[in-house]
């Protein structure tokens, strides 16, 4: 139950990441062609920094947790068994640690927002906390995934964000390819 709702929010985070990336593609492409036709969109700048911002943020813990993050393993992929183990739940704890704390002053400065009822100062006179929800809701569902995963870990279980080992020349090809390297 618990799984599948995790697995859920961090979908639903990765399809909104998509969806504001869709978003800057169309005012993008609003805001590029209408130059010349003379259409100009008021504050077009400032949401396409807004979407940007939530297509960041809000795919961080969709890409966490499918193992598309970058990840330096030239440590711990020589280590194996019970050592591999602790230094797992240690870095888990490490960028835990940091999540949570970016997380903890994202959410204040969003709530500080909303209750001092600070507004953009462009354009577009927009209550400042609506864009930082992006910001704040993307490290706060990557905090949850970093939990997640932790007790996952902790529970002697092999790291869901680790993919495992290419076997075959081909599988390292194809890794490869899919990685974009």
């Known amino acids: 139950m618990t799984r599948n709702l995790l697995d859920k929010l961090y979908l639903f985070a990765g399809y909104a990441a998509g969806g504001f990336l869709l978003a800057i593609f169309v005012l993008m492409m609003l805001l590029s062609a209408g130059r010349p036709l003379g259409l100009n969109i008021p504050a077009g700048d400032d949401l396409v920094s807004w979407c940007m911002v939530a297509t960041s943020f809000l795919g961080l813990a969709y890409t966490f947790r499918h193992g598309e993050m970058i990840r330096v393993g030239l440590l711990i992929d020589q280590l194996e068994g019970r050592t591999r183990h602790v230094i797992e739940i240690a870095s888990l704890l490490v960028g835990g640690f940091f999540v949570a704390f970016f997380t903890y ?4 400065l969003t709530f500080d ?3 001092f009822h600070d507004m953009a100062q462009g354009v577009l006179a927009v209550p400042l906390w609506i864009p930082q929800l992006g910001y704040s809701g993307g490290l706060l569902i ?5 939990i997640d995963e932790f007790i996952h870990v902790v529970r ?6 680790e993919k495992p080992k290419p076997q075959t020349a081909e599988e390292v090809v194809e890794q490869a390819i899919q990685s974009g390297v």
């Not at 002053?105 to 204040?108: H, I, W």
């Not at 990557?142 to 970093?146: K, P, Q, S, T």
């Open 156 to 161: 002697g279980n092999p790291p869901r964000y």
């Open 142 to 146: 990557l905090l949850i995934a970093f």
């Open 105 to 108: 002053y994202a959410v204040l």
């Open 113 to 115: 927002s909303w209750r």
